[in-house]
Nanobody, 125 residues
Framework: QLQLVESGGGLVHPGGSLRLSCAAS????????IGWFRQAPGKEREGVSC????????NYADSVKGRFTISRRNIKNTVYLQMNSLKPENTAIYYC??????????????????WGQGTQVTVSR
């Protein structure tokens, strides 16, 4: 079965950190750029970050620059999103998505080949 599986979400206090993982099964990620997206209750889904297929290009939403870091280890078929200095407004379901591209420009609107099921991130006291 071809799928992406996210993990690493949970409950964290403001200022804390989480590392999300996006693992592929049934296919290899090295031909795909990976985008991270999130959707908070009552809000539209938004792009958070993206990494190109070879890892040479990254893109971040302004709201997470300097706090979130995207990376990939193709040998493990996994992409990571390290989230530091988390804020309550970062609470959302986080999804990863794969699309064939060597770049990340326009990653929000690119047609996605695969989506994960999402992992819940809650930032609260």
């Amino acid at each position: 079965q071809l799928q992406l599986v996210e993990s690493g979400g949970g409950l964290v206090h403001p200022g804390g950190s989480l590392r999300l993982s996006c693992a592929a099964s049934g296919f290899t990620l090295d031909s795909y750029a990976i985008g991270w997206f999130r959707q908070a209750p009552g809000k539209e889904r938004e792009g958070v970050s993206c990494i190109s297929s070879r890892g040479g290009y990254t893109n971040y939403a302004d709201s997470v620059k300097g706090r979130f870091t995207i990376s990939r280890r193709n040998i493990k078929n996994t992409v990571y999103l390290q989230m530091n200095s988390l804020k309550p407004e970062n609470t959302a379901i986080y999804y990863c998505a794969a699309f064939r591209s060597n770049y990340c420009s326009g990653y929000v609107s690119e047609r996605k080949d695969y989506w994960g099921q999402g992992t819940q991130v809650t930032v609260s006291r």
